[in-house]
């Protein structure tokens, strides 16, 4: 089983940035697909940026040109940097990582969430 420690949330205010960091630790063999989901009051949960294993990247229309994801395979971290942050930017956010095990097994794992909130 793989645990998720996140970090790097916080009150910004419009304009600034933060880092988000997640480290996975556990029974990981290799990284299929990272990623990072946010939350805001009332919303549905909705993916912000993507990495895969080769390290193509994806990102949420909202976010482009102003959030960058990356990975330290080394240390099995993921990274979110936000820049530019707007006050529509203020949600939980959450890492997501799909993983297999060396013995095969491909499991999914949620982060325990982050505050992210940006004021006008």
């Known amino acids: 089983q793989v645990r998720l420690v996140e970090s790097g949330g916080g009150l910004v205010q419009a304009g600034g940035s933060l880092r988000l960091s997640c480290a996975a630790s556990?029974?990981?063999?290799?990284?299929?697909?990272m990623g990072w989901y946010r939350q805001a009051p009332g919303k549905q949960r909705e993916l912000v940026a993507g990495?895969?294993?080769?390290?193509?990247?994806s990102y949420a229309d909202s976010v482009k040109g102003r959030f960058t994801i990356s990975r330290d395979n080394a240390k099995n971290t993921v990274y979110l940097q936000m820049n530019s942050l707007r006050p529509e930017d203020t949600a939980v956010y959450y890492c997501n990582v799909d993983y297999s095990t060396a013995y095969g097994y491909r499991y999914n794992g949620w982060g325990q969430g982050t505050q992210v909130t940006v004021s006008s």
């Open positions: 556990g029974s990981i063999f290799s990284f299929n697909a």
């Open positions: 990495i895969t294993s080769g390290g193509s990247t």
